[in-house]
């Protein structure tokens, strides 16, 4: 070999040495994180930040694993399954707590009420019905999971009726425009998006939105904080980095959400059940990050919390702020 082949041998050795320093963070392989996704318009940061490429930015892959309602969100974080989870109703969140204290930490909390809608009583086009009152003998569906199961009849047993006085069916989400539209049933516990497709077919109405804020909370401009975005403690603990890296992401979806809506709401097509002629009208809960919260939010929140305690859904007192993290 001659002197020249050896020299140039040798710096090419050393530029191998060197780009493995310097190779650019992107082409590094990204860190694997399973997310558990209810597809409704409060998973609405998932899909965000997934598409718009915060994650990846991020150095986050994410495995969406499509998990209807919050059982088994609840199951797939207990049992490592998943790392995360998209939206996680805050009863069952603080219920799984209890069980596993600090398996559902909530990076985010999601507020609704007249105003930011998603929980709403619906009714099929051709039924009578101009108050909650006036459900009573009708078949009624609700979103499944004890928590919307309990919150709708807790809203009913408000209004006057009692568990008899109709029927309350659980159903999977994906199915209720289909139902409402068959006249399976003559009303509905429903969420966004769906009220809002039924709207736009014209085979159901809004009866009533945010009534979880005014029955239960008393008040109809109270911020119910009922779910939100979630990362398991054992996710924090074992990979600290990625967890803190795949929340900022999580944070950066819930700015650009908060400032940009109207381009946000795009995302919902095509991950949700919104078709492109709904997206735009939409309504969406209130995101909020865990360190915008003041002391009033963290006071209805508990009070919420308080009131499934008191009617049992939750088997003790919970402190809410225990399970509020940020990084």
Known sequence: MSKAKGIFGRLAAAAVVVSAFFWPVGAQALDKVKVGVFPVSSSLPYFVARDRGFFKDA???VEMVRLIGGPPNVAGLITNQIDASAVLVTIE???????????AMYISINAQNAQYQMEQFVVRKGVKANSLADL???????????????????VLAAVGLKEG????????MGQHINAMTAGTFDAGYTLEPNASVMRANGVATTLEAGVIAKYILGDPKALAWIAGGVISSDFIKNRTDVAKRYTAAWLKAIDFI??????????????????????ATVPLVKFTKITDLTAGNK???????????????LSQKVDVTKYLYHF
Do not use: C, H, W
């Not at 009573?136 to 807790?154: D, E, L, R, Y």
């Not at 006085?165 to 999977?172: G, I, M, P, S, V």
């Not at 400032?259 to 709401?265: I, L, V």
């Open 136 to 154: 009573k003998g009708m078949k009624i569906m609700s979103a499944p999971g004890p928590a919307n199961v309990t919150m709708a009849k807790a």
């Open 93 to 103: 969140g603080m219920n799984a707590d209890l069980k596993k204290p600090g398996v």
């Open 165 to 172: 006085d109709y029927t309350l069916d659980q159903l999977d």
């Open 59 to 61: 150095g986050i892959d």
């Open 299 to 313: 006071a209805e929140f508990q009070k919420f919390i308080d009131f499934s305690t008191a009617s049992g859904i």
């Open 258 to 279: 908060n400032t940009s809506p109207q381009e946000a709401r795009k995302y919902l097509a095509k991950n949700t059940f919104t078709p492109d002629s709904v997206v």
